[in-house]
Each structure stands twice: as C-alpha cells, then as structure tokens.
C-alpha cells in the first residue's frame, strides 16, 4: 500500500500489519497534513526490501530515507524487534528516528527495544480519540520539531 509518492520521498515509512491501526494512523496523519508522503508496509520483510532499496524496491533512491519510521512489534515474516536490529547495525539507517508504536505493554518488549536502540516506545491507546491524539503528538515532534541528523 502506497500513498503518492511522486518523487520517491517519503516522510513516514509505517510498518503496520493490522489493517484497523493502518487506518487510524493515515487518518491521524492526514489531519496533521501528511497524507501524500507516507509508505505502509506490512510485515518486516517488506520494511527492509524498502529501507535496503531492494527487491520491488531496487528502483528507489536509497539516498531518500524517511524522516520517521512507525514500527510495529508483531509483524509477519520478520518481527518488529529484528527489523529495528538490522537498521541499527547498518550506517546508512543508524541513525533514522524509530518509534515503536505497538499494544505491547510487555517490559521486556519495551527493554529490548530501547536495548536495540529504538528513539521512542508508544503503546498504542485503544480509544480511537487517544490514539489519533498519540499519533498527531509523535509527528508534530518528529517531523516539526525535532532536529534529525545530517544524511
């Protein structure tokens, strides 16, 4: 699933399996005016083929990384906590902004995460006004305020 993405940048790259989540978080993001530069993949294999530029990827310009990634936990093909794995052990993706946004409350998920090196760990809120209000909050920081590093 794609948004327009005409010239191959993106801002958001979501990593989301549960179709329900997807939909509330576009929704969020649409309202804070970002619905034209965010990529949703569904499972972690699929994440790396985007990030690696590889695979139904190998045309992108592995020179356009997003701005944030909105990594869920519980992903088919390669969890979560992998993905988060691989982009922290490559230089090209150290440094990317990664929020975990999940409805895994577990310590040890939240431990491994910041352990792996995860910028931010949100469980999801199950109220719909919460988790609109979550999602709104993440990027008005990540996206408007906060200083990323020089690629």
């Known amino acids: 699933?794609?948004?327009?993405?005409?010239?191959?940048?993106?801002?958001?790259?979501?990593?989301?399996?549960?179709q329900d989540d997807v939909e509330l978080t576009l929704l969020a993001l649409e309202e804070q005016g970002?619905?034209?530069?965010?990529k949703v993949v569904g499972d972690g294999a699929?994440?790396?083929?985007?990030?690696?530029?590889?695979?139904q990827y190998?045309?992108?310009?592995?020179?356009?990384?997003?701005?944030?990634?909105?990594?869920d936990l519980k992903l088919p093909k390669v969890d979560g906590l992998?993905?988060?794995?691989s982009l922290r052990s490559d230089p090209r993706t150290q440094l990317l902004p990664v929020v975990i946004l999940t409805s895994s409350c577990e310590i040890q998920d939240v431990t491994r995460g910041y352990n792996?090196?995860?910028?931010?760990?949100?469980?999801?809120?199950?109220d719909?006004?919460?988790f609109t209000a979550t999602v709104q909050k993440?990027?008005?920081?990540?996206?408007?305020?906060?200083?990323?590093?020089?690629?």
């Open 1 to 18: 699933m794609t948004n327009n993405l005409e010239n191959n940048s993106v801002e958001v790259l979501l990593i989301e399996d549960n």
């Open 34 to 38: 970002l619905t034209n530069q965010i």
């Open 46 to 55: 699929e994440a790396l083929s985007f990030l690696w530029c590889t695979d």
């Open 58 to 71: 190998a045309h992108r310009n592995p020179r356009q990384n997003p701005k944030l990634i909105l990594l």
């Open 82 to 85: 992998e993905v988060l794995k």
């Open 116 to 126: 792996l090196g995860t910028n931010s760990y949100i469980v999801k809120p199950v």
């Open 128 to 130: 719909y006004e919460q």
């Open 138 to 151: 993440l990027s008005l920081y990540w996206l408007g305020l906060n200083q990323p590093p020089y690629f």
